[in-house]
């Protein structure tokens, strides 16, 4: 398993954009496929983006798409999320995971989990 470090979370307006970063410790970083999930009060953690090893995959959920990247820097054992174009529905605590080897859209597949940052969109 890899340690997960979330950050970048915050408090931004409508239309606004924050990037979120997870740190990962070890030196196996490259071969965990990872993804970003968010949970919102009174709902199920749900599947946002997904990026492959080497990062030539990317995927995402239908209502980010066009607005949100997923990214990867290997020399840095870092993922990230950039977010534009924010809406209120995209409240929720968001969590980075890791998955050796391939990514899945569903959470109980991930070995090992961040702690979770808090972002919260305005109207």
């Known amino acids: 398993q890899v340690q997960l470090v979330e950050s970048g979370g915050g408090l931004v307006q409508a239309g606004g954009s924050l990037r979120l970063s997870c740190a990962a410790s070890?030196?196996?970083?490259?071969?965990?496929?990872m993804a970003w999930f968010r949970q919102a009060p009174g709902k199920e953690r749900e599947f946002v983006a997904a990026i492959s090893l080497s990062g030539s995959r990317r995927e995402y959920v239908d209502s980010v798409k066009g607005r949100f990247t997923i990214s990867r820097d290997n020399a840095k054992n870092t993922v990230y999320l950039q977010m534009n174009a924010l809406k209120p529905e995209d409240t929720a605590v968001y969590y980075c995971?890791?998955?050796?080897?391939?990514?899945?859209?569903?959470?109980?597949?991930?070995?090992?989990w961040g702690q979770g940052t808090q972002v919260t969109v305005s109207s």
């Open positions: 995971a890791a998955r050796r080897l391939s990514y899945n859209y569903s959470p109980a597949q991930y070995d090992s």
């Open positions: 070890g030196r196996t970083f490259s071969t965990y496929a």
